[in-house]
C-alpha cells in the first residue's frame, strides 16, 4: 500500500469512527423505541452491507487481487466491515446473523471482481437513497446518509478503476427495496450452503 494510500485510510478510519459512534448511540439511546418502519429499515441494510463486507474479505483472503485493486479491497472492506458492526449494534437483539454467501468466483479475477464491485457499490448507493424518506427518527436519517455517502465515494473510486464514468448525469435514481431484493435475489450469491470450494470463505 502506497503512503498516499495509508495516509487517507488513516484520515478515513477517523470518520469510520464517527460514523459508528452516531450509529451506536442512535441504536443505545433509540433501540427500545424506534419505529418498527426504522428496525425494518436497518435490517434491511444490513443484509446489504453483510453481502458486501462478506465479498471484499473474501476477495482480500483470495490473493488474486494486486496493486490499486487490492488496496480498494483492503479499504473498502474496512468500511463494509465497520457498516455491519455499527447497524448490529443499534439493532441489537433484533439484528439477523449473517447468511452464507457464495461468490461463484467473483473474487478470483481481478476482471470480474472488479465488474462484481461496480454492481455491489451502485447498488448500495441506490438502496440508501432509496430508503432515506421513508426513515422516521431523524438520529437515524443523519447516520444513514453518512453511510450513502460514503458507498457513493466507493462506486466512484471502484468505477474509476474499471474505466467506468463515475458520474454519467447529473441526477442520480433511487431503487426501492423489492427492486433491491430481486437484483440480489438474482446473483445466486445468497446461499443456505456453499459448494464452491475456492477461497472457501463465506462471510
Do not use: C, N
Not at 444490513?46 to 483470495?62: D, G
Not at 481481478?110 to 432509496?130: M, Q, S
Amino acid at each position: 500500500m502506497s503512503a498516499r494510500t495509508t495516509r487517507r485510510a488513516l484520515l478515513e478510519s477517523g470518520a469510520i469512527a464517527a460514523a459508528m459512534a452516531a450509529i451506536a448511540d442512535t441504536g443505545t439511546a433509540e433501540a427500545a423505541t424506534l419505529h418498527p418502519d426504522d428496525v425494518a429499515i436497518l435490517q434491511f441494510a444490513l443484509l446489504l452491507e453483510q453481502l458486501q463486507a462478506a465479498f471484499y474479505t473474501e476477495a482480500e483472503r483470495s490473493g488474486a487481487l494486486h496493486g490499486t485493486t487490492a488496496d480498494l479491497a483492503r479499504v473498502v472492506g474496512a468500511h463494509e466491515r465497520a457498516h455491519v458492526r455499527a447497524i448490529h449494534g443499534a439493532l441489537g437483539a433484533r439484528a439477523a446473523a449473517a447468511p452464507m454467501f457464495d461468490f461463484k468466483g467473483a473474487t478470483e479475477t481481478p476482471a470480474r471482481f472488479i465488474r462484481t464491485a461496480v454492481a455491489f457499490e451502485d447498488l448500495g448507493v441506490a438502496a440508501y437513497k432509496g430508503q432515506l424518506t421513508r426513515i422516521r427518527s431523524d438520529r437515524l436519517v443523519a447516520t444513514v446518509l453518512s453511510i450513502h455517502a460514503v458507498e457513493a465515494r466507493h462506486a466512484a473510486w471502484i468505477r474509476r478503476l474499471a474505466g467506468v464514468v463515475p458520474a454519467p448525469a447529473a441526477f442520480d435514481k433511487a431503487k426501492p427495496e423489492e427492486a433491491i431484493k430481486q437484483i440480489v435475489r438474482s446473483t445466486r450469491f445468497v446461499v443456505s450452503s456453499t459448494s464452491h470450494q475456492s477461497p472457501g470463505f463465506t462471510g
